[in-house]
């Protein structure tokens, strides 16, 4: 199976960017954890993403607030799809890191999940594995259909109390 990279910019990104780890982790995909800025370890940066396709990645996700330019320095280095998790780490609440992170112009493309938005990030990478990987495939159907029961019964509970 193909590897997930997390890349953050900082240390203090942890705490989201931990999620996404937390997500592979329980569905059983592999992953790699790498604190990599781009703004102040570009040659790092650079270097994981040249080497990232041939080192068995399969996608990468970049997490990072502020100016958050890691997600689009490490697409503009590979051609595997890049995930970027803007990051609520500033003053300005995580729309810098969103901005920064969305508005990538035509060639090189960036997936922006929502700020915060580890679990989402994860999951897409998984849906990247997923069309050439069956058993990736078969445990985001199975995920679907736990999240469509907990739903089903929650609403079960709410017509019983207040329909009945
Ligand atoms: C960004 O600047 C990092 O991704 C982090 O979210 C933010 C602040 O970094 P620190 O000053 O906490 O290291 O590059």
């Known amino acids: 199976m193909k590897k997930i990279a997390i890349i953050m910019g900082s240390d203090s990104d942890l705490p989201v960017a931990e999620k996404a780890a ?7 995909v592999p992953f790699e ?3 990599f800025s781009a703004h102040r370890t570009p040659d790092e940066a650079r270097a994981f993403a040249c080497a990232a396709r041939e080192n068995g990645f399969g996608a990468i996700i970049a997490a990072a607030g502020k100016a958050a ?5 490490l697409a503009a280095n590979t051609t595997l ?12 609440d995580g729309v810098d890191a ?12 960036v997936a922006t ?6 679990v989402n990030a994860a999951l897409l990478s998984m849906e990247i594995l997923a069309v050439t990987d069956e058993t990736v495939a078969a445990t985001l159907a199975a995920l679907r259909r736990e999240e469509t029961e907990k739903v089903l019964a929650k609403n079960a509970a709410a ?3 207040f329909n009945a």
């Open 22 to 28: 937390d997500t592979l982790r329980r569905y059983g």
């Open 33 to 35: 954890v790498h604190i």
């Open 69 to 73: 330019h890691l997600a689009g320095a």
């Open 81 to 92: 799809p890049v995930i970027g998790i803007p990051l609520k780490s500033s003053a300005l």
């Open 98 to 109: 969103l901005l920064s992170t969305v508005q990538m112009p035509s060639g090189i493309p």
């Open 113 to 118: 999940v929502a700020i915060d938005g580890a």
């Open 159 to 161: 017509e019983a109390k």
